[in-house]
Every structure is written in structure tokens, then in C-alpha cells.
């Protein structure tokens, strides 16, 4: 299959949600020959930073919703988007996984939600975080979850093949998003998906990638502004010796028969 993850920049004028949900159906439309297209999160209130200005942001999840469907339909691929949306009367952070029918296969609502999100009256997700679809199992992680080893670890018990992770983390730094992201696909074993925004700056943001099960980057974007591809096997898993001279044997395995949480209780 092929994976694209789209990295808008974070545009700082006066209408920057505009522009920015603009540029990601731009970037929608022009991509070819795709299996599965990640979005990252708020793509339909991107660059905002207050409550007011978010809020008001709302009536266009539903467009960009409509747009992934109509996308995902067209070219037959799997489009995952996420969105700030009012859902059954609460304010959620969510990310939709669209089929390739353009049917909503799976919603996964953020988890861990960060201050701005907790004084926004967002709700917190229930904790189911993993799907099948077309023989492929997804594990979801949305920005903030990316800093919570409770959910990484239940995704490596899930086994998924691939991870979407639609994020912002417009402050924090690259080498610290670039570890995070490889520790991930290392311990669950899985590809991993991240799409982000482009803060134009080589220290802060961006790094929008897609890395193998081994923790390998395989396409990272940085700070640049655009779409990245990779073609993979989402069946394929790093094998590793099960310590030095062993067998053969999957590294998720090779760290799950070592656990022993009771030590820590």
C-alpha cells in the first residue's frame, strides 16, 4: 500500500483556519495513486489558539468530513481526518477513518486531553483506540497521546500494523517528536503514520513522517510544507534475536515476555 501524510504550515493571519482546511482539500484532490491519506489534527480549525475562534470554527468539520468521504470514494483509498467537532450534544476531538466506499469504518476520540482542551469542555475519549479494516489493523493516537506509555502500551498488546497520528505539537521540539515517533513504531511493532504542521523552523513542530515497525524514519517533511509518499507491506514486522545468540522473534514479543508490572506495584 501507499501512504501519504500531509504537512500544511501553520498559517498565522487573520483567517488561518480558512487557509488551512483549504490547503488540506487542495491536498486531498491532487493525491495519486494512494492507499491511505492522513490529515493532521484540527483540520478544521488549524492555527487557532483561542476558545471563541475554535468554537466558532465547528460548522466546518462537517465539510472536511464530507470532503475525506467524497475523497476517500473517488479514489478508493482510506482517508483518516481529524476534526473539532459537537457530536451527541459535546465537544470532541476526533478522528474519523474513512473506507474506501467513503463510509465512516471508525471513530477514535483523543484520549488525553491537554489544558486548552480541558478548558474548551473537550470530552475525553472512552479508550477504544484500535480497528480492523480491509485486513489491516489501525491503532490511533491523537497529538497529547503521544506522551501517555498507558496507551502505547495497549496498543503493542493490540498488535496493530499501522499507526495514524494526527498531531499539532506546534512547541515542542523536533528531535523530541522524532524520538517519541520512532519509540512508538519500535515498541508496537507497527508502521506509523504522523501527520503535523510546519512551524518554518528547524528546531519547533513539523516533522510530519512515516516510519517502519523497527522504529526506522522512512519519509520526514521537517519543517517543509506539502504531502510525503511511501509505498509499504503493512504486514511486515521487525524480527530481532530473542537476546544475544537466540531464536528469531518479533521485538514487540521480545519486550512483551519480559514484562512484569506487579514488580511496580
Same mark, same amino acid.
Given at each position: 500500500m501507499i501512504i501519504t501524510v500531509v504537512?500544511?504550515?501553520?498559517?498565522?493571519?487573520?483567517?488561518?483556519d480558512e487557509k488551512i482546511a483549504e490547503f488540506?482539500?487542495?491536498? $486531498?484532490?491532487?493525491?495519486?495513486?494512494?492507499?491511505?491519506?492522513?490529515?493532521?489534527?484540527?483540520?478544521?480549525?488549524?492555527? $487557532?489558539s483561542d476558545a471563541e475562534r475554535e468554537k466558532a470554527a465547528l460548522p466546518r468539520a462537517n465539510e472536511m468530513l464530507e470532503k475525506a468521504s467524497a475523497v476517500a470514494k473517488e479514489k478508493s483509498a482510506t482517508v483518516a481526518v481529524n476534526v473539532l467537532e459537537e457530536r451527541d450534544g459535546k465537544l470532541r476531538n476526533s478522528t474519523y477513518l474513512f473506507d474506501k466506499t467513503g463510509?465512516?469504518?471508525?471513530?477514535?476520540?483523543?484520549?488525553?486531553?491537554?489544558?486548552?482542551e480541558v478548558a474548551l469542555g473537550v470530552e475525553r475519549g472512552s479508550g477504544t483506540c484500535v480497528c480492523?479494516?480491509?485486513?489491516?489493523?489501525?491503532?490511533f493516537l491523537t497529538c497529547y497521546?503521544?506522551?501517555f506509555n498507558e496507551?502505547?502500551?495497549? $496498543?503493542?498488546?493490540?498488535?496493530?500494523?499501522?499507526?495514524?497520528?494526527?498531531g499539532y505539537q506546534r512547541g515542542e521540539?523536533?528531535?523530541?517528536?522524532?524520538?517519541?515517533?520512532?519509540?512508538?513504531a519500535f515498541r508496537c511493532n507497527a508502521f506509523v503514520a504522523k501527520s503535523s504542521y510546519s512551524m518554518d523552523s528547524d528546531e519547533k513542530g513539523?516533522?510530519?513522517?512515516?516510519?517502519?515497525?523497527g522504529g526506522t524514519i522512512l519519509k520526514d517533511l521537517g519543517k517543509e510544507v506539502g504531502a510525503v509518499s511511501e509505498e509499504v507491506d503493512p504486514k511486515w514486522k521487525y524480527m530481532r534475536t530473542a537476546g544475544f545468540g537466540g531464536g528469531m522473534i518479533r521485538n514487540d514479543d521480545f519486550i512483551n515476555d519480559g514484562l512484569c508490572p506487579e514488580a511496580f506495584v
Open positions: 504537512q500544511p504550515p501553520y498559517f498565522a493571519g487573520e483567517t488561518p488540506l482539500v487542495t491536498e $486531498l484532490e491532487k493525491a495519486e495513486q494512494v492507499s491511505l491519506i492522513v490529515l493532521p489534527e484540527y483540520s478544521n480549525a488549524g492555527g $487557532l463510509r465512516p469504518a471508525f471513530v477514535y476520540d483523543k484520549i488525553h486531553l491537554p489544558p486548552s480492523d479494516l480491509d485486513g489491516i489493523r489501525f491503532g497521546d503521544v506522551y496507551q502505547i502500551e495497549y $496498543l503493542a498488546s493490540q498488535k496493530p500494523d499501522i499507526i495514524l497520528i494526527p521540539a523536533t528531535d523530541i517528536i522524532r524520538a517519541q515517533t520512532k519509540m512508538i513539523g516533522c510530519s513522517m512515516i516510519l517502519a515497525p
